[in-house]
């Protein structure tokens, strides 16, 4: 399967399952927790935002301009 996501919305998926993906709770099945650990793996071969000192304003960045392209 193979779907298409633009840079921020990629960059915005990284983020939010690097936050989540660890969390047991949510996450109870090791299976799950690796489907999501194979998708950032993926994410990390494309992105190299989440590599830069500035990484924490590009996520906010991309989020708003998701915002805007929804909210229009």
Same mark, same amino acid.
Do not use: C, H, T
């Given at each position: 399967?193979?779907?298409?996501?633009?840079? &921020?919305?990629?960059?915005?998926?990284?983020?939010?399952?690097? %936050?989540?993906?660890?969390?047991? *709770?949510?996450? +109870? &099945?090791?299976?799950? %927790?690796?489907?999501?650990? %194979?998708?950032?793996? =993926?994410? &990390?071969?494309?992105?190299?935002? +989440?590599?830069?000192?500035?990484?924490?304003?590009?996520?906010? *960045?991309?989020?708003?301009?998701?915002? =805007?392209?929804?909210? *229009?």
């Amino acid at each position: 399967m193979k779907f298409e996501l633009s840079k &921020d919305e990629s960059l915005v998926l990284s983020d939010l399952l690097y %936050r989540i993906s660890e969390n047991e *709770e949510i996450f +109870p &099945d090791i299976a799950e %927790r690796r489907v999501l650990w %194979r998708i950032e793996g =993926q994410l &990390d071969k494309e992105l190299v935002e +989440p590599f830069m000192p500035n990484y924490v304003e590009l996520v906010n *960045e991309a989020k708003n301009r998701i915002r =805007q392209f929804f909210e *229009e």
